[in-house]
C-alpha cells in the first residue's frame, strides 16, 4: 500500500511545505509502525525540544527589546 507522505499532503495556503522534513520522516514512520509507542516518543521529544527552543528565542527578543 502506498502512503504518500506527510509533506505532500499538508501544505500552507500558499503551497508552501508546513510541517518540516525530520518531523515528516517521523510521521511517515509513525503510519507505518507496527509498534507505535516508540515512534510517539521520539516524535513528542523532537517537538518538546523544538517548543523549548521557540521559547527561549521568545525570551531572548523580549530581552532584547528591553534593553534598546
Known sequence: ?????????????????????K???LLDQLFR?????????VLYEELHLRQLAAEFRIQAALEKARDQ
Open 33 to 41: 509502525a507496527k509498534q507505535k509507542q516508540a515512534v510517539l516518543d
Open 1 to 21: 500500500m502506498f502512503l504518500p507522505s506527510v509533506s505532500n499532503r499538508v501544505r500552507s495556503g500558499n503551497g508552501g511545505k508546513v510541517i518540516e522534513p
Open 23 to 25: 518531523i515528516d520522516n
